[in-house]
């Protein structure tokens, strides 16, 4: 069985650095990490690797060469091949062109049985790069899936929770299915896999390793949509008002102040 | 400090860190509490293969040595030395296999301690023989195809968790020291029980008890060496692992010196805060130059030996000595540094102090240490 799992690296947004003469975030390779809904992806991967023998799991990732340090560290959990597209002409692509060069670069790299995703990028949020995908694929996808459990590689049950309902679905292969976060926890790594990385370089396409790919569908030209403006949000303004004691006056303050937020 | 590991050390460092970062520390304060063994971080240790990190390559282990084993014991002893001593000590009982184990011993045993599936533990003290080894009562009787156990042991770290059990006994009492030998007992031999679970002052996640042999019937080819060189076997277990200690010294010095680091920058008194009073600052740069001197002496020792030194006893003596002091001190220190909250248990330091003064007792109490170191020294000159 053949699994392929689209990871992006992401800004950490705990280490994020924003520029705001610019109005741009420093993307170094120590500010970046792998979006966590898509190491949710890669788990169910993996846990389907641990109960066949020949699952072989490939990820896929678009991005800047600085996202080579973080591919790494998929390897160091057990996955088979990292692929990383990279290619200046993918600069400011949005959800549309996203899921088009990847779909051709799915298509390239060969028939995968299964294709995850995480639910959404931290960064993006739109939710749309995984059903695209399958479109262009032209095989049947699930999305938000809450757990992945595999019959006998010809099919797969797809649970996904919503509120308080339970939703099972059952796809043939091949299919796509987009994984909600913390839907399940990313193992930790190995030592000898840990090791392993050390020496392993991503395999690195350029758009021109792709066949038949139609230039004018990426970058910030290709793209659908474009960003207008940023806005800042200051947190600056936001007062912090002291109540000591717990005088029956200051017990009204905070109540008071309670009332307003409600 | 550049410690000059290679890449695989630092691999190893980093994700004993991790491990004790994310799950140890979440569980130290309750696991010393209620006294609970850590069966779930040694789980994590074997899924990650640091149980293997000492076990050579063709037992299935990573192939490391002294050192390995010491970069996990360290990071484990940041957050809880208790859980780290538990680790620990089945390389304790690991390494007699390893050092004069048969090859069918090695093959039966080590690959299963290296994946984790085994816990080992290592039984020399008994209640009157503590810092005087060579006079432990446990005898072993040889009938038949099988050595027949009988006495008793007392303070054995993983005692009771453990699936196999490396047990020193008396084959001939004329012989004294010369007449000591080696076994190896699985948990489930007949005649063979854990007794009293001892109620610890520190390392409370860890496992102490008493183990006693009752007509323990120990199969002849579960001698460990040959009969009579038990005495030696110890020691040069001993001389390997006593670096342990020290590696569980330098930790748990390390812990409490980055939470009273931490604390003396939030903790504001007379209107600034404790950091930038000298006489703070001066405890917190004596814990520095501690604790870098007591890693360097431990990770210069673990170099030594795995590079097969022959003789490294005067070595591995003087870097647990130094560290387990050097955990004293700086543990002491940060309690201090926190006032009253470093004196309660809502804090971890507390526990920090507790689990550092067993780093000055056990393996041979630091008094036996400076008479090994001593009686070296003297003879060199
Ligand atoms: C938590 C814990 C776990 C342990 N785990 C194990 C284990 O897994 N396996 C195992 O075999 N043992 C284990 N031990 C035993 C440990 O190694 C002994 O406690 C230690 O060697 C000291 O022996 P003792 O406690 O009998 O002290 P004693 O021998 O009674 O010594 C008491 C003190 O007297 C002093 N002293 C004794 N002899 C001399 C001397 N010749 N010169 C100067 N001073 C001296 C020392 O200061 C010493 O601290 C463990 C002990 C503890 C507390």
């Known amino acids: ?262 | 400090m550049e410690y000059f590991l290679s890449e695989e050390q630092k691999i190893i460092k980093k994700l004993a860190k991790r491990i004790s970062d994310e799950y140890v520390s979440k569980v130290a304060i309750k696991y010393d509490k209620e006294g609970i063994f850590p069966r779930d971080i040694l789980d994590l240790l074997a899924y990650t293969e640091l149980t293997g990190v000492y076990i050579p390559k063709e037992y299935g282990g990573f192939g490391g040595g002294v050192m390995e084993m010491c970069l996990v014991v360290e990071e484990l002893s940041r957050n809880c030395a208790g859980v780290a001593v538990s680790y620990a000590a089945t390389a304790l009982g690991a390494y007699p296999i390893i050092l004069y184990g048969k090859e069918e011993q090695k093959k039966k045993y080590l690959p299963k301690i290296a994946k984790g599936e085994l816990i080992a533990a290592f039984a020399l003290t008994e209640s009157d023989a503590g810092s005087d080894v060579s006079s432990i009562k446990t005898t072993a009787e040889k009938k038949g195809d099988y050595y027949i156990l009988n006495g008793s042991k007392h303070w054995i770290t993983n005692g009771g968790e453990a699936d196999v059990y490396v047990v020193f006994a008396v084959t001939d009492k004329s012989k004294g020291p010369r007449g000591i030998s080696a076994f190896i007992v699985e948990k489930g031999y007949e005649g063979f029980y854990c007794g009293k679970k001892e109620d610890k002052m520190g390392i409370r996640a860890s496992s102490t008890t008493e183990l006693i042999f009752e007509d323990c019937k120990v199969p002849k080819e579960n001698l460990l060496g040959r009969e009579g060189t038990g005495f030696i076997v110890a020691m040069k277990t001993f001389d390997r692992t006593r670096p342990g200690v020290a590696a569980m010294a330098v930790g748990i010095a390390q812990g409490a010196y980055e939470y009273a680091i931490r604390y003396a920058k939030e903790r504001v008194q007379f209107g600034q805060p404790l950091s930038s009073f000298q006489a703070i600052q001066h405890m917190l740069a004596d814990m520095y130059i501690n604790i870098e001197a007591a890693r360097a002496m431990l990770y210069s020792t673990c170099r030594m030996i795995d590079s097969g030194a022959k003789d490294f006893s005067k070595e591995s003596s003087a870097c647990k000595v130094f560290a387990s002091d050097v955990a004293m001190k700086v543990t002491t220190d940060a309690v201090q540094i926190m006032g009253g909250n470093g004196y309660v248990k809502d804090y971890p330091v507390e526990k920090m102090m507790r689990d550092a003064k067993v780093t000055q007792i056990f393996e041979g109490a630091n008094q036996i240490q400076r008479n090994i170191i001593a009686s070296e020294i003297i003879k060199e000159y």
């Open chain 1, 1 to 262: 069985m053949k699994i392929l799992v689209c990871i992006k690296q992401v800004v950490d947004p705990e280490k994020v650095e924003y520029n705001p003469e610019t109005r741009t975030i420093k993307r170094n390779a120590q500010h970046l990490m792998n979006n966590p809904a898509d190491l949710s992806a890669l788990e169910f991967a993996l846990r389907i690797k641990d109960v066949y023998k020949d699952v072989h799991i490939t990820t896929l990732s678009m991005g800047p060469a600085e996202c080579e340090s973080k591919i790494k560290e998929l390897i160091e959990v057990g996955c088979d091949s990292c692929v990383l597209l990279s290619d200046k002409r993918l600069a400011g692509s949005d959800a549309y062109s996203t899921a088009y060069a990847l779909a051709k670069a799915i298509e390239k790299l060969g028939n995968f049985d299964l294709v995850l995703c995480g639910e959404s990028s931290l960064d993006g949020e739109t939710s749309i790069v995984p059903p695209q995908i399958a479109e262009y694929l032209n095989i049947p996808h699930i999305s938000f899936a809450t757990n992945i459990k595999v019959f006998d590689l010809q099919r797969i049950e797809i649970e996904r929770k919503f509120k308080n309902q339970l939703f099972r679905f059952e796809v043939k292969l091949p299919a796509l299915v987009s994984v909600k976060k913390d839907s399940a926890f990313l193992r930790l790594p190995k030592l000898s896999l840990m090791i392993k990385a050390l020496s392993y370089t991503p395999q690195v396409l350029s758009l021109d390793d792709l066949e038949n790919f139609d230039f004018s569908k990426v970058g910030a030209e290709g793209s659908k949509t474009s960003v207008d403006r940023f806005v800042e949000q200051s947190f600056e303004d936001v007062k912090c008002e002291i109540y000591e004691g717990l005088e029956a006056a200051q017990i009204e303050c905070i109540a008071d102040l309670v009332m307003r937020f409600l």
